[in-house]
C-alpha cells in the first residue's frame, strides 16, 4: 500500500473520531445539565419516589437513615437516576446521528420512528414498575411483617433503610425500562431482515426461557416481580414477532408490485 492509499484511509477515521467525540460532547452536556437539574429538584423526586409505598401499605412512610451522609448520597443517586432518564432519548438520538451516514436510505428511514418507539416503550417499562408492580409487591412484603408478633412471638417492625429503598426503586425502574426496549430491538431487525419471523417463531421457546432467566437476574429474589417482569416480556415478544410478520408481508407485496410494474 502507498503513503497516498495510507492516507487516504487515515483522513475518513479522523472525521469518524472527530464526529465521535462531537456526539459524546453533546451526551455528557446532556447528562451534566439534567444532573445540575434533577439534583436541585431530588427532594421533590424522593417523595414521589415513595408514593409506591404509600399505596402499597396505606400509610404514612417511615424510613431510616443508618449513616451520617445517606441522604446526601441518596440526593445524588436521585440526580444520576434522573439524567439517565431524562436524557436516554437524547443519547438515542445522538447514536443515530453517528451511525446514520453510514446507512443506506431504506436502513435510515427505518431507524426514525424507534427513535420515537424507545423512549416511549422505557416510560411504559418505568409505568409498569411505579403504578402497578411497586405498590402490590410492597404490600405483599409488608404484609409478611404484620403477621408477626403475639403470643410470645418476636415482634418485627418494617423501618426500611431509604438507601435501601430508593435503590430497590430504581433498579426495577431502569430494568423495565430497559427489558421493555426488547420489541423496538426485534421489530428493528426484523424491518432490515437480520431476523425474520420464522426465526423469532420457532425460536419463542427459547425466548420464554431467555426472558425468565433474565428477569431472575434482574429483579430482587421474589417471584412477584420475576414474574411481573416476564409475563409483559413475553407479551411484548409476540407483540414483535407479529410485527416482523407483519413488515415481512408489506416487503413481499412492494416487491411483487414492482415486479409486476417492470413486466
Given amino acids: 500500500m502507498t503513503q497516498q492509499e495510507i492516507d487516504a484511509t487515515e483522513a475518513p477515521l479522523l472525521d469518524h473520531l472527530i464526529e465521535l467525540r462531537r456526539r459524546l ?9 439534567a444532573f445540575i437539574v434533577s439534583f436541585a429538584l431530588s427532594t421533590y423526586i424522593f417523595n414521589l419516589l ?16 443508618t449513616e451520617l451522609l445517606g441522604f446526601f448520597f441518596v440526593k445524588l443517586k436521585i440526580g444520576f437516576f434522573g439524567a439517565i432518564f431524562v436524557t436516554f432519548p437524547l443519547i438515542a438520538i445522538q447514536i443515530y446521528k453517528f451511525v446514520a451516514p453510514g446507512l443506506y ?11 420515537i418507539a424507545t423512549p416511549i416503550f422505557f416510560l411504559l417499562g418505568a409505568a409498569l414498575v411505579y403504578f402497578g408492580l411497586l405498590p402490590v409487591a410492597i404490600s405483599f412484603f409488608y404484609s409478611l411483617v404484620e403477621g408477626t408478633g403475639g403470643d410470645g412471638q418476636a415482634q418485627v417492625q418494617l423501618m426500611p433503610d431509604v438507601r435501601s429503598y430508593l435503590d430497590f426503586v430504581m433498579m426495577l425502574i431502569l430494568a423495565f425500562g430497559l427489558c421493555f426496549q426488547l420489541p423496538v ?19 419463542r421457546k427459547f425466548a420464554i426461557v ?8 434482574l429483579t430482587p429474589p421474589d417471584p412477584i416481580s420475576q414474574i411481573a417482569m416476564a409475563v409483559p416480556l413475553i407479551g411484548l415478544y409476540e407483540i414483535a414477532v407479529q410485527a416482523v410478520r407483519f413488515f415481512e408481508k ?8 414492482k415486479d409486476a410494474a417492470t413486466l
Fill in 25 to 33: 460532547i453533546y451526551c455528557v452536556i446532556g447528562l451534566v445539565a
Fill in 50 to 65: 415513595i408514593l409506591p409505598f404509600k399505596w402499597g401499605t396505606g400509610r404514612s412512610v417511615d424510613l431510616i437513615q
Fill in 105 to 115: 436510505a431504506n436502513e435510515r428511514n427505518a431507524f426514525r420512528p424507534y427513535l
Fill in 185 to 203: 430491538i426485534l421489530t428493528l431487525l426484523g424491518q432490515i431482515g437480520v431476523v425474520s419471523y420464522e426465526q423469532l417463531k420457532s425460536g
Fill in 210 to 217: 431467555g426472558v425468565f432467566a433474565i428477569a431472575a437476574i
Fill in 250 to 257: 408489506r416487503r413481499a407485496a412492494a416487491e411483487a408490485a
